[in-house]
């Protein structure tokens, strides 16, 4: 119950955040939910329309391919935890802005920092790159050349920690052929 307390803690925070600009249009904060206690947790880019609405993590089209993922290899979205890399909407679902990431990343640390999860899931290209540059991983490339790989975070916040690389559920929503490569990594999962 500890790590509970303290995540709810850190909800309270982020949810009066004015760190960066994304305040001022954000309808909800959208911390993370999950299992406190989980071993893996899942890491997307930043909240869109509905999650905006909801204040929940992947609770739209990606989170319905996301859950199909996770039936796929018996797991449940209960066990796990999942996030984003930054907390609140950006207008029209752009890409997030360096400044934004590097303003909001302490929330994200700090979430690690209590879950202590023996494996973090990127789903897509900005979660890659942030764990990339923060434990300078020894794979280098994109998502596309990395999508299914399992990394070691080595030196760095958590020495142990594996770091697995996903498409973004996303992919799916705009070219659903993708689903059978996305099944594919999430098999990974069940390896390790
Ligand atoms: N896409 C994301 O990256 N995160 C969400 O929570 C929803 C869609
Ligand atoms: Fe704060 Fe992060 Fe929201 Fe920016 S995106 S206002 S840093 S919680």
């Not at 955040?17 to 890491?43: D, H, M, Q, S």
């Not at 993590?57 to 449940?76: Q, R, T, Y």
């Not at 690690?112 to 020894?138: D, M, T």
């Not at 760095?156 to 059978?180: E, Q, R, W």
Request: with cysteine; aromatic share 8%; hydrophobic share 35%.
């Amino acid at each position: 119950m500890e790590k509970q307390r303290l995540l709810e803690e850190c909800q309270a925070k982020a949810s009066q955040c004015k760190r960066c600009v994304l305040w001022e249009t954000r309808k909800n904060t959208v911390f993370g939910k999950g299992n406190p206690e989980a071993r893996i947790v899942f890491v997307g880019e930043a909240p869109g329309y509905n999650e905006d609405i909801k204040g929940v993590p992947f609770c739209g089209k990606a989170g319905d391919v996301l859950d199909e993922l996770f039936s796929s290899v018996n797991f449940k979205r209960e066990d796990t935890y999942i996030t984003n890399i930054i907390k609140c909407r950006p207008p029209n679902n752009r890409d997030p802005l360096e400044d934004e990431i590097k303003a909001c990343i302490p929330y994200f640390e700090r979430q690690l920092e209590i879950i202590k999860p023996a494996v973090i899931c990127c789903l897509g290209r900005h979660s890659l790159r942030y764990f990339a540059n923060k434990f300078s991983l020894k794979e280098k490339g994109s998502i596309s050349v990395l999508h299914g790989r399992v990394m070691e975070a080595g030196e760095g916040l958590f020495p142990s920690m594996k770091i697995v690389a996903l498409y973004h559920p996303a992919v799916a929503v705009y070219d659903p052929g993708k689903i059978s490569i996305l099944k594919k990594d999430f098999q990974v999962l069940q390896e390790i």
